[in-house]
């Protein structure tokens, strides 16, 4: 488990450091006959940092407490 914590640790770390990311899809903006323009539409996907102290949190406690087997 203690691999699993400090993996959860990284990604809160990148969480919290990277709190947007931002993709583009092709959307069809013209469809007239046999002509198509296709254009990029930019999509926001934010979250809160305080999301990312959590998940370190987590990868934490992971770390630190012992599990049987």
């Known amino acids: 488990m ?3 914590g400090i ?3 990284i ?5 919290t450091i990277f709190t947007t990311v931002t993709f583009f899809t092709r959307e069809k903006v013209v469809d007239i006959g046999e002509i198509e ?9 934010s979250w ?5 102290v959590a998940v370190m949190a987590v990868g934490g406690v992971l770390m630190v407490v ?3 087997k």
């Open 37 to 45: 323009i296709m254009g990029n539409k930019r999509h926001h996907l």
């Open 66 to 68: 012992p599990f049987k």
């Open 11 to 15: 990604l809160g770390i990148l969480l």
């Open 7 to 9: 993996i959860i640790l």
């Open 48 to 52: 809160s940092p305080l999301i990312g």
């Open 2 to 4: 203690k691999k699993a």
